[in-house]
C-alpha cells in the first residue's frame, strides 16, 4: 500500500494550491481519506476528512471555508484545494486511508492505517 502526496511549494498569503494523493496497492475507494498537516515543532494535526463516495466530509474549525477535500476513485486520487492561504497553513501535509469501522470518518490521527510521504506547503507573507 502506498499513498503519495503531491503539489505542495511556496505560495503567498491568498494564494491557491491543489494537493493531489495518488493510492496505490490497495482499494483505495473502499476506504475513508483524510489529509493531516505537520507544522515545525508541532504535532500532526487533523485537516479534512471524505467518505467513500464522497458524500460526507468533514473540516478542521482552522481551513473551513478555505480547503475542499474530494476524490476521483476511478483514479485512485484524492485531492485537497486550498484557497486563501495563510501563514499558518505552513506545514507538511499527509494524505492518510482509515479503513471504515462503522463510526464514521475520523479526524484522529491513529484511526488511519495508511499514510504517505508529505508534501511541504510555505506560505509566505
Known amino acids: 500500500v502506498q499513498l503519495q502526496a503531491s503539489g505542495g511549494g511556496l505560495a503567498q498569503v491568498g494564494d491557491s494550491l491543489r494537493l493531489s494523493c495518488a493510492a496505490s496497492g490497495l482499494a483505495a475507494s473502499s476506504y475513508f481519506m483524510g489529509w493531516f498537516r505537520q507544522a515545525p515543532g508541532k504535532e500532526r494535526e487533523f485537516v479534512a476528512a471524505?467518505?467513500?463516495?464522497?458524500?460526507?466530509?468533514t473540516y478542521a474549525d482552522s481551513v473551513k471555508g478555505r480547503f475542499t477535500i474530494s476524490r476521483d476513485n476511478a483514479k485512485y486520487m484524492v485531492y485537497l484545494q486550498l484557497n486563501s492561504l495563510k501563514p499558518e497553513d505552513t506545514a507538511v501535509y499527509y494524505c492518510a486511508a482509515d479503513r471504515p469501522s462503522g463510526v464514521g470518518l475520523s479526524s484522529n490521527v491513529y484511526d488511519y492505517e495508511y499514510w504517505g510521504r508529505g508534501t511541504l506547503v510555505t506560505v509566505s507573507s
Open positions: 471524505i467518505s467513500t463516495s464522497s458524500i460526507i466530509t
